[in-house]
Nanobody, 130 residues
Framework: QVRLVESGGGSVQTGGSLRLSCTVS????????MGWFRQAPGKEREGVAA????????FFADAVKGRFTISRDNAKNTVYLQMDGLTPEDTAMYSC???????????????????????WGQGTQVNVSS
C-alpha cells in the first residue's frame, strides 16, 4: 500500500521560507510523477509544482515560479518543496501526490495533471502572516 506523508508546514511571516517534505512508503517512487497541490479556504485546489525525474522535468504555477523549487531524493523516496519569499497568498493546506503515470503541464498558470494522481498525502498547513 502506497502511503505519502507530508511534513514541514508551519507559520512564517511574509518573506520567510519553509521546506515541505513528502515521503513515500510502500513503493519505490523513484520513477513516479510527483506533485504538490494547495487549497486555501473557499478556493479550489490548485497545482503548485510537479516533477518527473526520468525526463528531468519540473513544472511550476505562475504564482510561485522563481520562489518555489521542487526536488527529490530518490534514495530517501522523498520529494521536497522549497518555498522562499512567502506571502499571505501562499497560505493554504499543501498536499503531495504521486502516480506512476501522471504527466503534468501548466494551463492558465497552474499545474494540471493530464492523468489523475492515484496517491495523496494528508496535507500540511502553511500560514503566512503579513
Amino acid at each position: 500500500q502506497v502511503r505519502l506523508v507530508e511534513s514541514g508546514g508551519g507559520s512564517v511571516q511574509t518573506g520567510g521560507s519553509l521546506r515541505l517534505s513528502c515521503t513515500v512508503s510502500g513503493s519505490n517512487s523513484g520513477t513516479y510523477y510527483m506533485g504538490w497541490f494547495r487549497q486555501a479556504p473557499g478556493k479550489e485546489r490548485e497545482g503548485v509544482a510537479a516533477i518527473y525525474t526520468a525526463r528531468n522535468a519540473t513544472f511550476f504555477a505562475d504564482a510561485v515560479k522563481g520562489r518555489f523549487t521542487i526536488s527529490r531524493d530518490n534514495a530517501k523516496n522523498t520529494v521536497y518543496l522549497q518555498m522562499d519569499g512567502l506571502t499571505p497568498e501562499d497560505t493554504a493546506m499543501y498536499s503531495c501526490a504521486a502516480d506512476p503515470w501522471a504527466p503534468c503541464t501548466v494551463i492558465r498558470g497552474t499545474v494540471k495533471p493530464l492523468e489523475s494522481f492515484s496517491y495523496w498525502g494528508q496535507g500540511t498547513q502553511v500560514n503566512v502572516s503579513s
